[in-house]
């Protein structure tokens, strides 16, 4: 069975915060992809990152960075210095086979 | 850089009644999805599709559903005799894939309709 758990519901947090989203799955293939989505309220779903599970080198990007454990299924996302716009519903999906897998979404609240 | 865009953005209809959604991928892609999200969840897997076949459907998609994408462009989603629990967004996506196997593309989604059935 394919699953991801986003068990953050809501995070608050104040500007220039760091704030962790995290994200753990569960998978039986050995041969998958791990994706984080953004959902503004205008509701378009917007990509930010793509990883397989043969790579868990870290990524940053800008104030953004995603750790990658395979050991512990998880793929959590960091933003740093964390600002008003970064406001969203923050998705995590596993992907294989032309299906994705959501998480429920964490929705971060970032105030002024 | 056009992406994939969605028609109509909003519908509110009466149950019972049929809809219709249009929805157009990225020029070059070849694969194009549907997905429902209800408040406060993750999008669902509906459909997708390769070109004009459509390859799988989730059991989601009732007898009521129906999706189509006769020249492999854009796609409609119908979904006849609307009900209540059918009002969610409606989220099409589409990537451009390549060989088979379990390589997995980034899928781009477009901004969603959304349903609210009466």
């Known amino acids: 069975a394919q699953k991801v758990t986003q068990a953050q519901t809501e995070i608050s947090v104040v500007e220039k915060e760091d704030v962790t989203l995290d994200c753990v799955y569960e998978?039986?293939?050995?041969?998958?992809?791990l994706f984080w989505y953004k959902q503004p309220p205008s509701g378009e779903l917007v990509f930010l990152i793509r990883r397989n599970s043969f790579d868990e080198q870290n990524e940053i990007s800008g104030r953004y960075s995603w750790n990658f454990q395979k050991s512990t299924s998880s793929f959590n996302f960091t933003i740093t210095a964390s600002q008003v716009v970064d406001s969203a519903v923050y998705f995590c999906a596993l992907g294989n086979f032309n299906k994705f897998y959501f998480g429920s979404g964490t929705k971060l609240n970032v105030k002024p | 850089d056009t992406g994939v865009s969605q028609d109509p953005r909003h519908k509110i209809t009466k149950r019972g009644q049929n809809v219709t959604f249009r929805c157009d991928p990225i020029s070059e892609h070849n694969r194009l999805y549907w997905y429902r999200q209800t408040l406060g969840q993750g999008p669902e897997f509906l459909t997708y599709f390769q070109n004009e076949a459509q390859l799988e459907k989730s059991r989601l998609l009732s007898d009521r559903f129906s999706a189509e994408r006769p020249k492999g462009s854009f796609s409609t989603l119908e979904i006849q005799r609307t009900e209540q629990g059918d009002s969610a967004m409606y989220l099409c996506?589409?990537?451009?894939?390549?060989?088979?196997?379990?390589?997995?593309?980034?899928?781009?989604f477009g901004p969603g309709t959304r349903l609210l059935v009466l």
């Open positions: 996506a589409s990537s451009l894939g390549s060989s088979g196997g379990s390589y997995q593309e980034t899928q781009y």
């Open positions: 998978t039986r293939d050995t041969t998958y992809y």
